[in-house]
């Protein structure tokens, strides 16, 4: 065991618990919107809600799950790990292949937008062909004509796009459904306006507030208000719950897990989730242009011990995607932990021992994630260790959202990168493509003509069974060989709840389905 190894298991990383001097801020009372009880959920939140409030413009977990309460999708997915394509519908009722382009949805009737919309087949349209403009996002395969056969039934056409419609079966479960008189006027990023169990009402400060839906097609939420409160640290949550002014909270750490598990009135749920956190290299960025310094990185980290740091709150993965995700089972070549390999690939670079190497940044995050702090310093321990001139620089995560991504112009700040990526599909593309596709390549810079085909060819197959083969053996192979990312490990979500809440359902990416929840 190395010096290094030995003194962070011996550190106390992995001891914390609840500060008590931790505070909570005023604006976080109950109080009833006018007319109502004061039967409300509030969630308080690891990430702020900021920006505009088109779906399309969404890439942080926050903004997402906010998403699940207000909008709707054509099919929910349950993710779970024996099954990750299962399907339920939402608002279709079924769907069917008709070729190889064309895929057929029919829609269910008697659904309503929160503005009194009926909702139909020209909201699905002007969804999916305005989601799917290229630049717009980086979640979706390319753009898609969509015909609409009747006012409850589409056909979504991609015959002039290069790719299959089969690309949106799992996708159709991501996608929030706006109104199609939202898009042509501009409202959507105004005003939220879905068909969720929940309407948006005001934001106000650091909270966005919602209220039941009473035209909701599964039935009114029991639930009456539900509000979405930001508060940025972990311990000030904690508090919030064991003082009732949280109802439900997110991204516990391990300790803090172990702590709320033991305590009466509270408890707490764990769910493998769709998120991996990565350490991105900037790979448009010398000295991480080389992939053999990449690879050194890689084998100078013990992701063992990153999860020993975890606990509770990491699951072991030696994927580019989550187990819940398709295609997400460990790759054979990823890379491992060999200091020797490290050392070698070191001096075959022309850096021996890491001299001459100029010293790297490693950026991470602080309140949001578990353990981010704790198990950057072991990372930047390790590397150097083996001859790394690594800089940590650990930000609150409204700084470090700003720094993440690559610029238009410029040049991206740091040189490795800690982020996650969760996304509400089984559905491998969205992390597979915005991550390594050299069209998008949002974090890493990374274009590589050989991922790219790969990539490409397994979207263009159109057999479930056919594609998942050709990410397995095609994608994940060459994605480990190339190391444009580490993923260091699957998260687990931890939630500490009331323990009188009942009925609440915890997906995978984030979001919760509270339109069933009720007190007991």
Same mark, same amino acid.
């Given at each position: 065991?190395?010096?290094?190894?030995?003194?962070?298991?011996?550190?106390?990383?992995?001891?914390?618990?609840?500060?008590?001097?931790?505070?909570?801020?005023? +604006?976080?009372?109950?109080?009833?919107?006018?007319?109502?009880?004061?039967?409300?959920?509030?969630?308080?939140?690891?990430?702020?809600?900021? !920006?505009?409030?088109?779906?399309?413009?969404?890439?942080? =977990?926050?903004?997402?799950?906010?998403?699940?309460?207000?909008?709707?999708?054509?099919?929910?997915?349950?993710?779970? +790990?024996?099954? +990750?394509?299962?399907?339920?519908?939402?608002?279709?009722?079924?769907?069917?292949?008709?070729?190889?382009?064309?895929?057929?949805?029919?829609?269910?009737? %008697?659904?309503?937008?929160?503005?009194?919309?009926?909702?139909?087949?020209?909201?699905?349209?002007?969804?999916?062909?305005?989601?799917?403009?290229?630049?717009?996002?980086?979640?979706?395969?390319?753009?898609?004509?969509?015909?609409?056969?009747?006012?409850?039934?589409?056909?979504?056409?991609?015959?002039?796009?290069?790719?299959?419609?089969?690309?949106?079966?799992?996708?159709?479960?991501?996608?929030?459904?706006?109104?199609?008189?939202?898009?042509?006027?501009?409202?959507?990023?105004?005003? #939220?306006? !879905?068909? %969720?169990?929940?309407?948006?009402?005001?934001?106000?400060?650091?909270?966005?507030?919602?209220?039941?839906?009473?035209?909701?097609?599964?039935?009114?939420?029991?639930?009456?208000?539900?509000?979405?409160?930001?508060? %940025?640290?972990?311990?000030?949550?904690?508090?919030?719950?064991?003082?009732?002014?949280?109802?439900?909270?997110?991204?516990?750490?391990?300790?803090?897990?172990?702590?709320?598990?033991?305590?009466? %009135?509270?408890?707490?749920?764990?769910?493998?989730?769709?998120?991996?956190?990565?350490?991105?290299?900037?790979?448009?960025?010398?000295?991480? @242009?080389?992939?053999? =310094?990449?690879?050194?990185?890689?084998?100078?980290?013990?992701?063992?011990?990153?999860?020993?740091?975890?606990?509770?709150?990491?699951?072991?993965?030696?994927?580019?995607?989550?187990?819940?995700?398709?295609?997400?089972?460990?790759?054979?070549?990823?890379?491992? &932990?060999?200091?020797?390999?490290?050392?070698?690939?070191?001096?075959?670079?022309?850096? #021996?021992?890491?001299?001459?190497?100029?010293?790297?940044?490693?950026?991470? /995050?602080?309140?949001? &994630? #578990?353990?981010?702090?704790?198990?950057?310093?072991?990372?930047?321990?390790?590397?150097?260790?083996?001859?790394?001139?690594?800089?940590?620089?650990?930000?609150?995560?409204?700084?470090?959202?700003?720094?993440?991504?690559?610029?238009? /112009?410029?040049?991206?700040?740091?040189?490795?990168?800690?982020?996650?990526?969760?996304?509400?599909?089984?559905? #491998?593309?969205?992390?597979?493509?915005?991550?390594?596709?050299?069209?998008?390549?949002?974090?890493? !810079?990374?274009?590589?003509?050989?991922?790219?085909?790969?990539?490409?060819?397994?979207?263009?197959?159109?057999?479930?069974?056919?594609?998942?083969?050709?990410?397995?053996? !095609?994608?994940?192979?060459?994605?480990? @060989?190339?190391?444009?990312?580490?993923?260091?490990?699957?998260?687990?979500?931890?939630?500490?709840?009331?323990?009188?809440?009942?009925?609440? &359902?915890?997906?995978?990416?984030?979001?919760?389905?509270?339109?069933?929840?009720? &007190?007991?």
């Amino acid at each position: 065991m190395s010096a290094t190894r030995r003194s962070f298991l011996k550190s106390g990383l992995a001891l914390g618990g609840i500060a008590a001097t931790s505070q909570l801020s005023a +604006p976080f009372v109950r109080t009833a919107l006018a007319g109502q009880s004061s039967n409300s959920v509030i969630f308080a939140s690891g990430e702020p809600l900021t !920006g505009n409030w088109d779906p399309t413009s969404h890439t942080i =977990l926050g903004q997402i799950n906010f998403e699940g309460y207000v909008f709707g999708r054509l099919t929910k997915t349950p993710m779970r +790990p024996e099954n +990750p394509s299962e399907i339920q519908y939402e608002l279709a009722t079924g769907h069917k292949v008709i070729s190889e382009n064309i895929l057929e949805w029919t829609l269910r009737q %008697g659904i309503t937008f929160h503005n009194g919309k009926p909702f139909k087949a020209e909201d699905v349209k002007a969804t999916f062909e305005y989601a799917s403009q290229p630049g717009k996002s980086a979640w979706y395969p390319g753009p898609v004509d969509v015909e609409i056969v009747d006012d409850y039934t589409v056909r979504l056409n991609t015959e002039n796009h290069g790719y299959p419609a089969t690309a949106y079966i799992l996708l159709a479960s991501f996608l929030p459904i706006m109104s199609a008189e939202d898009i042509a006027d501009g409202a959507i990023s105004q005003t #939220p306006n !879905g068909t %969720g169990p929940f309407k948006f009402v005001e934001q106000r400060g650091d909270e966005t507030i919602m209220a039941a839906f009473d035209d909701f097609h599964e039935g009114r939420p029991i639930i009456d208000e539900f509000r979405f409160a930001y508060m %940025g640290d972990a311990n000030t949550r904690v508090l919030a719950l064991l003082g009732g002014e949280a109802d439900i909270i997110e991204r516990l750490e391990p300790e803090q897990h172990d702590t709320l598990a033991e305590r009466d %009135g509270v408890r707490v749920k764990r769910t493998v989730s769709t998120e991996n956190k990565y350490l991105h290299f900037r790979c448009n960025k010398a000295p991480f @242009d080389d992939v053999r =310094l990449r690879k050194a990185v890689c084998h100078a980290i013990d992701r063992d011990l990153i999860t020993e740091i975890l606990g509770a709150a990491g699951h072991a993965s030696s994927s580019y995607v989550s187990p819940v995700k398709l295609g997400g089972s460990d790759i054979a070549n990823y890379p491992t &932990y060999d200091p020797e390999e490290s050392q070698r690939l070191l001096a075959e670079a022309g850096y #021996p021992r890491g001299n001459g190497l100029p010293e790297l940044e490693y950026i991470t /995050s602080t309140g949001f &994630y #578990p353990k981010t702090k704790e198990y950057g310093e072991l990372i930047t321990a390790l590397l150097q260790e083996q001859g790394f001139n690594v800089k940590l620089t650990v930000l609150e995560t409204a700084a470090w959202l700003e720094r993440i991504y690559q610029p238009e /112009s410029g040049e991206a700040p740091g040189h490795l990168v800690d982020v996650g990526w969760a996304t509400g599909s089984p559905e #491998p593309d969205l992390v597979l493509r915005p991550m390594w596709h050299s069209s998008q390549s949002l974090i890493t !810079g990374f274009e590589d003509a050989e991922v790219d085909a790969a990539l490409d060819a397994q979207q263009a197959e159109g057999d479930p069974a056919a594609r998942l083969k050709l990410i397995e053996e !095609g994608v994940m192979p060459k994605l480990a @060989d190339k190391v444009p990312s580490l993923s260091l490990f699957t998260s687990v979500l931890i939630h500490g709840m009331q323990s009188n809440l009942e009925g609440a &359902y915890f997906y995978p990416n984030g979001p919760i389905d509270l339109s069933k929840a009720s &007190y007991t």
